[in-house]
């Protein structure tokens, strides 16, 4: 799903204003919903031919091409004659589009870099084209796209940072709709049709994802992976449309990036130049499916005893750059483009083609009332697509045709006497007029000039997922799938790609629960056995067996699944840490704290990843399926260097008196913050009352809702909590944060050294939940795909950091040096829509104390009072559940400083826990084989995250208790 969805965040949704402005924005929000469910249910009706061809031919998968030839095969008399055919038909439209794009791409990184240096220097979009030339074709040599994998992830990233700057920009005043068009002109609409269609079409990726999926049956369920996806496509691509015309209106340009330049602040330039970085980048993407076709397919094989062979790949790579570069610089209309491809390519690939084929593949097993319905149904279809096709393709020619005649107009009053001219253009005039209206756009041909740059369509998406189908081909020949003979066809595709599965979950909440009820020694003592500590002991003098998988001896009653731990990853971000992103942003500037919060990010990611590796190799050389952290620090400490082995029996200890001050830290602030959005809004309506007051009146149903030792009966609430963290989200950014939003230039762009340790405080609280990380990957079903470059992990991770920069950003944007140390705190307190969103989120982290409470009592009473403790347990666990209640109590009412608070237990523990400790972890694991890598970089580097650990430790508690005390003078 998230392929699907992060492709739309490509070039393709930039120019959804400049077809509302082709449709207007009644007709383009009903259509771009009417063509994204056509769309869709094509898509639908290609996978379930495909699947039912599959099983004829008893063949795992196929591709497009694959598909439509084994289809024709079955179909009517007439159309059998096709099949071999089809391939080349179906590879020609390919080929075609993903031409056309590399042109589109072409012409928009130049028109971007004309943009957006256009305020230091001024230079023809011709000499762009051919300053690019010459990188393009080198970047395009690359054999193995392994290679751009990290550029092509900076660009992933850096389009979702340009999208919400351009989202910005599009709501930081008030929008209208006084001249903006409800319904556009009829003859305009092809040009609409054919953009949507290029924009929301991915039918070359949809196979391959449904081919790579580990559970491809949910792929086509009512609420599956491909309806959920698309809808939130259309969602996104006409909300894009919908709010960028109505900000920019008929000045909008083909791409919206390029009305950025209007604006005249370097923000603007900066979102120009960066896109065009990131869209150079995907370049060779694009087009590595052009040279896939053009040489595996129909040239390699002629080659194949030739000596030269590999020369002649390279020469047919130079031509087809230089194809596209001879069409962008003779026409380099964006926008007329993008409608062209769309209409010619995609009405036939995402329309006419999946139809003829779901026609052809269920030909013999229909009944005559059904084959009857079915043609009529499908027919519907053809005709669709194939007059869009026509008359997209026309309207877009002839769109393209004047704006030729114009500037040839154009530049040829520039070079005849005046008189002369007037003479040449009206003898022409005569025989052209009637069929395109010249004189309109001689008159208007210096705008084109200006909006040359339309919006570039390209979907990232459609066609990254469909190179990597692909892109193991690379290095020797094409290979087919294996011929399986059939009634008198034979079946032949391209091999398919493996693709990363994004969708891993797991719940902390479940951990919680499964040791509330009596599984506690799982993950106390991470063995499956009632023995504890003793066995694992016991396992020491063991030797160990490599064989041996701790993930496949993991018995887990309800293990869940990827997509579920992927989900409680993030929704776990969303609670007090990023509500102190903006303030965050106030100490250290806002390009500090954009680098620093993606390097801060990276760095708990990969600390992570050195974590969980640590403690696999642990639990490996144990023979045990299953390490808490504690014991992870004590059995690696063991095995370490001598020095210091004398503290392991300690190290337990050591890292549950982090973790408990942590998690007591996060009750605290739950305290102040519940507490002060509820005095915000009762000092509306009744005598202020003072903030300890508040929360002096919270405590006993604090007390109360800790007593509760099962947390299912949690769960419904927990929930609404997390809908109600949503919803308050989006309405601080939708109805504040966007609104009335000053300029950059009123915000400090480079804090002070010393307000930075706050930063890095509040920022490591917000962004790493080691211990929840922990409990997340210990209970998957598939703990194989935490990790990797595209596991739950980095992906869950790469989404948190975004959604704190943007807050941080926008929050840092809107109230400056005035951030609190939440941003529920800078709303309005008089208005009712800011007084519901403060009780909103009291109501939610109220909810939310119980569960993080739960952890310090899970780890008092489990692990140092329950086996100490024989009579009235279930009495003295109620008194260690009213005592940490107590104690947060006392801490909060003391020092009710929310901002301060979250600085000082974010550098004071997470410091340690999620940096320094994971990497002395790694040391002494790896030490008994010395396996340091070459110079032992690996010692040198875990040292080096050990002194920035403790660094951050020292200064970072340091500061906030300077700032705690210095507050109360």
Not at 480 to 502: L, M, Q, W
Not at 864 to 869: M, T
Request: include cysteine; glycine fraction near 6%; aromatic fraction near 12%.
């Amino acid at each position: 799903m998230l392929h699907l969805v992060k492709g739309s965040l490509g070039t393709g949704i930039l120019a959804m204003p400049r077809a509302f402005y082709h449709a207007g924005y009644a007709v383009g929000i009903i259509a771009t919903i009417i063509i994204g469910l056509l769309c869709i249910y094509c898509m639908r009706i290609l996978v379930r031919s495909e699947y039912e061809l599959c099983k004829r031919k008893r063949v795992p998968s196929m591709t497009y091409p694959a598909t439509a030839e084994s289809a024709l095969q079955e179909g009517p008399m007439f159309l059998r004659r096709f099949s071999k055919a089809s391939i080349h038909i179906i590879n020609t439209f390919l080929l075609i589009y993903q031409m056309g794009t590399c042109c589109v791409y072409l012409v928009f990184i130049a028109r971007n870099l004309q943009s957006g240096l256009s305020p230091y220097f001024t230079m023809d979009l011709e000499k762009y084209m051919a300053i690019l030339l010459l990188p393009l074709i080198l970047v395009n040599y690359i054999r193995n796209l392994k290679f751009l994998a990290p550029f092509s992830t900076l660009a992933n990233v850096i389009m979702l940072a340009g999208i919400a700057i351009i989202l910005y920009y599009i709501f930081r005043e008030p929008l209208s709709f006084e001249d903006r068009v409800a319904f556009g002109e009829v003859a305009n609409f092809p040009l609409f049709f054919g953009t949507v269609l290029f924009a929301l079409e991915a039918i070359g990726v949809i196979m391959p994802l449904e081919n790579e999926m580990k559970t491809p049956k949910a792929y086509m369920k009512p609420c599956g992976v491909l309806n959920v996806s698309m809808g939130v496509i259309v969602a996104m691509y006409a909300g894009m449309g919908f709010f960028g015309y109505m900000r920019f209106g008929s000045e909008i340009s083909g791409s919206i990036t390029l009305n950025l330049g209007a604006y005249q602040e370097k923000l603007g330039d900066a979102v120009q130049i960066l896109l065009a970085i990131a869209i150079f980048f995907t370049h060779p993407i694009q087009c590595y499916v052009a040279i896939d076709i053009t040489w595996n397919e129909y040239i390699s094989h002629y080659l194949e005893k030739y000596r030269f062979k590999m020369f002649w790949e390279y020469i047919i790579r130079t031509v087809i750059i230089l194809l596209t570069f001879a069409l962008a610089i003779s026409i380099p209309e964006l926008d007329l483009f993008i409608s062209l491809f769309g209409a010619f390519c995609l009405s036939g690939l995402g329309l006419a083609f999946p139809a003829i084929i779901q026609l052809c593949a269920f030909w013999k097993v229909l009944g005559p009332t059904e084959k009857k319905i079915l043609v009529a149904k499908n027919m519907c279809l053809v005709l669709i697509g194939t007059f869009g096709l026509v008359v997209g393709t026309f309207t877009s020619l002839r769109e393209i045709i004047k704006k030729a005649v114009a500037e040839y107009f154009l530049v040829a009053s520039r070079s005849m006497h005046s008189k002369n001219f007037v003479i040449f253009f009206s003898n022409l005039l005569v025989d052209y007029t009637n069929i395109f209206a010249v004189t309109d756009h001689v008159l208007s041909s210096r705008k084109h000039l200006l909006i040359i740059g339309e919006s570039l369509n390209a979907n990232l998406h459609f066609t990254i997922d469909f190179v990597l189908a692909r892109a193991f081909e690379i290095n020797r020949p094409v290979q087919r799938c294996k011929t399986v003979k059939g009634a008198n066809s034979e079946v032949r595709g391209y091999p398919s790609a493996t693709f990363s599965n994004h969708f891993y979950h797991n719940n902390v909440i479940k951990k919680f629960i499964r040791r509330a009820n009596n599984e506690v020694m799982a993950y106390t003592d991470c063995v499956n056995n009632t023995d504890g500590v003793n066995n694992v002991e016991n396992m020491l003098s063991q030797s160990e067996n490599t064989d041996y998988d701790p993930h496949m001896h993991r018995n887990r009653p309800n293990p869940t699944s990827n997509f579920e731990t992927l989900v409680h990853l993030l929704k776990g971000s969303l609670g007090t840490g990023i509500l102190a992103m903006p303030n965050a942003f106030c100490n250290s500037g806002m390009v500090v704290g954009i680098i620093a919060t993606i390097i801060i990010g990276a760095l708990c990611t990969y600390c992570l990843h050195v974590l969980v590796k640590a403690q696999y190799k642990l639990c490996k050389r144990l023979k045990v399926p299953i390490l808490s952290y504690p014991l992870s620090m004590k059995y690696a400490l063991e095995k370490g260097p001598r020095c210091v082995r004398w503290f392991s029996p300690y190290a337990p200890g050591l890292v549950d008196g982090f973790m408990i001050t942590y998690q007591l830290g996060i009750c605290c602030v739950y305290i102040v913050f519940v507490a002060s959005n509820i005095k915000q809004v009762t000092d509306q309506y009744w005598a202020p009352l003072d903030i300890s007051t508040h929360m002096l009146i919270l405590l006993l149903p604090l007390i109360l809702i800790n007593y509760i030792r099962n947390l299912k009966l949690l769960a419904p609430f927990s929930t609404l909590a997390n809908v109600i963290t949503f919803v308050g989200l989006t309405m601080i950014l939708v109805r504040y944060m966007f609104q009335d939003l000053p300029p950059i230039s009123d915000r400090e762009m480079f804090g002070t050294l010393r307000n930075f340790s706050l930063y890095f405080g509040t920022t490591l609280f917000a962004l790493e939940a080691v211990g929840v990380i922990i409990a997340l990957e210990n209970n998957m079903k598939t703990p194989q795909s935490f990790g990797g470059y595209c596991g739950v992990l980095n992906i869950g991770m790469t989404v948190i950091v975004i959604l704190y920069i943007a807050i941080g950003f926008f929050g840092y944007m809107k109230y400056g040096s005035e951030a609190a140390g939440s941003v529920t705190f800078n709303l309005p307190p008089e208005e009712a829509i800011a007084q519901s969103i403060k009780i909103m989120f009291a109501i939610a982290i109220f909810i939310t104390y119980a569960l993080q409470a739960y952890v310090p009592v899970e780890i008092l009473w489990t692990t140092y009072l329950d086996h100490r403790i024989r009579n009235r347990k279930i009495l003295w666990e109620y008194v260690c559940r009213t005592f940490v209640t107590l104690v947060t109590f006392v801490l909060a009412i003391a020092i009710p400083r929310l901002g301060l608070f979250i600085s000082l237990f974010g550098a004071l523990c997470l410091s340690a826990l999620g940096i320094a400790f994971p990497a002395i972890i790694e040391i002494c694991v790896s030490w008994p084989d010395n396996d340091f890598g070459p110079f032992k970089i690996m010692l040198i580097k875990n040292l080096l995250l050990i002194v920035f650990g403790l660094l951050g430790l020292v200064v970072g508690t340091y500061v906030s208790i300077v700032d705690i005390v210095n507050s109360f003078k």
